[in-house]
């Protein structure tokens, strides 16, 4: 017997309606498998469900439950162990999400331009560098570049153990930065590069924190309307690169930037401890370490070199001025014709 079509239009109805199908727990992709937690703390965790939803995370002797909230967003902190792993997280809602080699040490955000862009494959002697870096316990995250005229929930990127097949194209000022620690520290180190060369600090900084000094305001009148491929305007790369990343626990941050800057010392010498109050604000763990590299002693073409000493003492007085703070000195290193050695 041959059934009408009409039979079958309940049943298509069912299977493709949207609002019927059951809303899973999901995570932002800094939340995966192989990442590396902030030890001995409260570390953050959160997502999307249905509104409602009642959410638990298991994680070793560690347990924490929540409720998503009438937009289905949830989020809820647990307490980490100190250094170790590997540890397999659970986190159970409607559904179950298994994340598998979670390790728990220390976690270091790498932002700035190019200096933190220029990778391992094209630092000194890039061919014994990678082929020695087997270091399972440095798990290494790359944030999507995107710039956006609103924040973020989430961006792009996945959590690699560090090995020679995964470190090549790696930040290079990270890179060493986080072997450094894992030598010293004998702890996992989760390093999350989110960088992008040629940029300006007002990029990583969010509009209502700029906003707040009227000495920033012809930054903000530039480049309105907004441009989407434009990475060099206000806030849009807190919005795209930063602000996913918040709140997710970490020791500290390392930042490599000014470049771009260049020419605007005396606003520079405001801009950037903004910048850096700003991302305190938001991570909401107090004065977090902040550490960041001097200038190199580079020959911008015909520029006169007091332009670059004037963003020298800007980032002295940053130095002096903003506690919790570090400087890597260049001044005696490098190559003035290479600015990226």
Request: proline share 7%.
């Amino acid at each position: 017997m041959t059934l009408p079509r009409s039979y079958f239009l309940p049943l298509v109805l069912v299977v493709m309606s949207p609002t019927i199908v059951r809303a899973d727990v999901k995570l932002p992709s800094v939340i995966a498998s192989r990442m590396v937690l902030q030890q001995q703390t409260e570390a953050p965790l959160w997502g999307w469900a249905e509104p409602g939803e009642k959410v638990v995370a298991e994680m070793g002797d560690s347990r924490a439950e929540t409720t998503a909230n009438a937009d289905g967003r949830w989020s809820l902190k647990l307490r980490t162990p100190a250094a170790g792993g590997p540890f397999k997280l659970v986190i159970v809602g409607k559904n179950t999400i298994e994340l598998t080699d979670v390790l728990v040490g220390e976690v270091w955000v790498c932002s700035g331009q190019s200096n933190m862009v220029w990778s391992v494959t094209r630092s000194k002697n890039p061919q014994e560098e990678i082929a020695a870096a087997e270091y399972p316990n440095i798990r290494l995250f790359t944030v999507g570049k995107k710039p956006a005229e609103q924040p973020q929930d989430d961006c792009s990127g996945a959590w690699e153990p560090c090995s020679p097949k995964t470190v090549a194209g790696f930040s290079a000022v990270g890179y060493f930065f986080g072997r450094k620690l894992n030598q010293e520290l004998d702890v996992p180190i989760g390093l999350i590069n989110s960088s992008w060369g040629g940029t300006i600090c007002e990029a990583w900084t969010c509009q209502e924190k700029l906003a707040e000094n009227p000495d920033f305001s012809e930054i903000l009148k530039r480049g309105k309307p907004f441009q989407a491929n434009n990475p060099n305007q206000a806030a849009n790369l807190f919005n795209g690169m930063i602000h996913p990343l918040v709140p997710f626990a970490i020791r500290g941050a390392i930042w490599y930037q000014g470049e771009s800057n260049r020419g605007r010392a005396q606003q520079y010498a405001t801009l950037f401890p903004t910048m850096i109050a700003d991302w305190r604000e938001h991570w909401a763990q107090g004065d977090f370490p902040f550490y960041f590299v001097q200038l190199a002693p580079y020959q911008y073409g015909d520029e006169d070199p007091r332009v670059l000493a004037e963003l020298w003492e800007a980032q002295l007085k940053t130095l002096k001025s903003v506690p919790n703070t570090g400087m890597a000195v260049t001044t005696d290193i490098g190559d003035n014709k290479d600015i990226h050695t």
